[in-house]
């Protein structure tokens, strides 16, 4: 059974930092590619970042700069740095990643940014 636990997510005044986490548990981390996503309410969920197996990692323009995505193998463990915070960041963060042709997700975590 696949499972992604995210956390980390918080409030959080306009230019300042958070750290979000996403653990994983019933795959091969180390070969799997693992993305952010982030969903707004009454927008389509939409990828943040994403990090290959390699390490080679790729943002939306909306993050470059400003989020780093990095990930533990040793701790099977994704994490999305997260910093200048806008307003416009203000969404659920989903962990996702594929397994056998079949898309996971996390259940996500609150991101809210205030101005």
């Known amino acids: 059974q696949v499972y992604l636990r995210e956390s980390g997510g918080d409030l959080v005044q306009a230019g300042g930092s958070l750290r979000l986490s996403c653990a994983a548990s019933g795959i091969n981390f180390k070969i799997h590619t693992m993305n952010w996503y982030r969903q707004a309410p009454g927008q389509q969920r939409e990828l943040v970042a994403r990090?290959?197996?390699?390490?080679?990692?790729n943002y939306a323009d909306s993050a470059k700069g400003r989020f780093t995505i990095s990930r533990d193998n040793a701790r099977n463990t994704v994490r999305l740095q997260m910093n200048s915070l806008k307003d416009e960041d203000t969404a659920r963060y989903y962990c996702?990643?594929?397994?056998?042709?079949?898309?996971?997700w996390g259940q996500g975590t609150q991101v809210t940014v205030s101005s």
């Open positions: 990090i290959f197996s390699n390490g080679t990692t």
């Open positions: 996702n990643t594929n397994y056998k042709a079949r898309p996971y």
